[in-house]
C-alpha cells in the first residue's frame, strides 16, 4: 500500500542572530492512510517546524514532501493544519468562523452548512452554533477549531499539541474524543505533543524526535485495537522519557 504521506530528507534552517541555524536535519517520515502519529521531542527541537514543512506555511532548504503520490512541498491548503491556538475570530461567531476554510476556496456555502449541521453532534457543539468564542469554554473553543479544520476537507490533519492550554480533566475527555472523530471520519492525523501519555493513549505509532538539529531517530508502533496495561504504559512512557530527556 502507498503511503498517504512521505516526507524525504528535508532540512531547514532559519536565521538567528543574523547567523544560520540549522533546525531540521534529513528529516525522513511515512505514514499509511488512517494512521494516527505522534510526534514527542524536546521543546525547541523543530516539531513545529516540521508540521509547518508538511502544510507548506514554509518550504524546506532541501527535500521533498508528497500526498497521495504527489508532490506538495511548499504548497498549502492541502492538508488540515490546527495550531496550539485556537484562533477563532472573537468577532464572529461558532458557524462563521467553521465557513471559513469554505469561503476561503470559494465552496458552496449551503452545502457546507449542511454539512456543519450533520457534524455538529460528531463534535459535541449542537446548541452551539450562534454562540461568540467568549462564550465557549475551552475545551469548545477547541473543537470548534477542530471542525474548522476539518472543513478545509483534508484527509490528513496537522495538530500542533491542540490541548496543551486545557485543564486536565477537559485534556482526558478531548483527547478520548479525539480519537472517536478520527475513527468515525476516517482520518489520518499527525499529533505534535509534550504528553507522552496522550501520544500512548491516541496513537498507532509514536516517533521520537532529538534535541536540535531535529531528526526522527526512534519510531514506536502501538496496537490501537489491543489497549495497553498499566505496566506497560509506565514501561514505555519512561523509556520515551528517556529518549526526550537524552535528547539522543
Known amino acids: 500500500m502507498q503511503p498517504i504521506l512521505r516526507a524525504e530528507h528535508l532540512y531547514k534552517s532559519f536565521l538567528l542572530a543574523g547567523k544560520p541555524q540549522l533546525i531540521l536535519e534529513d528529516v525522513n517520515f511515512t505514514m499509511e492512510e488512517e494512521g494516527f502519529v505522534s510526534v514527542v521531542g524536546s521543546s525547541g527541537c523543530g516539531k513545529t517546524t516540521f508540521l509547518e514543512l508538511l502544510a507548506g506555511i514554509t518550504k524546506p532548504d532541501k527535500g521533498e514532501i508528497y500526498y497521495q503520490g504527489e508532490r506538495i512541498t511548499g504548497k498549502t491548503g492541502l492538508l488540515g493544519y490546527m495550531p496550539q491556538d485556537d484562533l477563532l475570530f472573537p468577532w464572529l461567531n461558532v458557524q462563521e468562523n467553521v465557513l471559513i476554510p469554505v469561503r476561503v476556496r470559494n465552496g458552496d456555502i449551503k452545502a457546507a452548512k449542511a454539512r456543519i449541521q450533520e457534524l455538529l453532534p460528531v463534535f459535541g457543539l449542537e446548541g452551539h452554533i450562534k454562540h461568540m468564542p467568549y462564550q465557549l469554554s475551552g475545551g469548545l473553543r477547541q473543537r470548534a477549531a477542530f471542525l474548522r479544520t476539518c472543513m478545509m476537507e483534508a484527509k490528513l490533519l496537522l495538530l500542533d499539541e ?47 524526535m532529538r534535541k536540535q538539529p531535529g531528526k526522527f531517530v526512534c519510531s514506536f508502533k502501538l496496537d490501537r485495537s489491543n489497549k495497553m496495561n498499566e505496566m506497560e504504559v509506565l514501561k514505555l512512557k519512561k523509556e520515551i522519557l528517556e529518549l526526550v530527556a537524552n535528547g539522543v
Open 162 to 208: 491542540p490541548f496543551a492550554s486545557l485543564d486536565a480533566i477537559t485534556r482526558i475527555q478531548l483527547q478520548n474524543w479525539l480519537g472517536y472523530i478520527a475513527r468515525e471520519l476516517k482520518l489520518s492525523i499527525i499529533l505534535v505533543t509534550h504528553d507522552i501519555e496522550e501520544a500512548i493513549n491516541l496513537s498507532d505509532t509514536i516517533m521520537v
